[in-house]
């Protein structure tokens, strides 16, 4: 059981890994943006570009990328998790069944 749990703890590494690269690329951009041209270093996260709808503030590229991956692992991660323990249960059966051949 225990070997199970480093398993699925490593998956869900993988998974959150994952989220995180294509997080910090997207992050790297803005800050590319943000030395070239300027702006503020407070981001403003808002449900409609009026004033109405849900909002809130943070400051600094670094609460950007972890809000986004925070949102990424909440809306993807469980799926990626049980996609990646699929693709490992179907490999394990294929060797398994190279091992009878």
Known sequence: MKDTN???KALKLKVSNELRDIVNRFTADVEKIRNK?????YYDFKEYS????AEFHV???A???GVIHRMLMDNH?????NYKTKELLEDINIF???DLI
């Open 77 to 81: 991660g469980e799926h990626m998790l």
């Open 96 to 98: 398994n069944k190279l």
């Open 63 to 65: 609460k950007v990328n």
């Open 50 to 53: 009026t004033n109405e709808g």
């Open 6 to 8: 480093a398993i699925e």
């Open 37 to 41: 041209y300027g702006g503020k270093i």
């Open 59 to 61: 400051d600094g590229v």
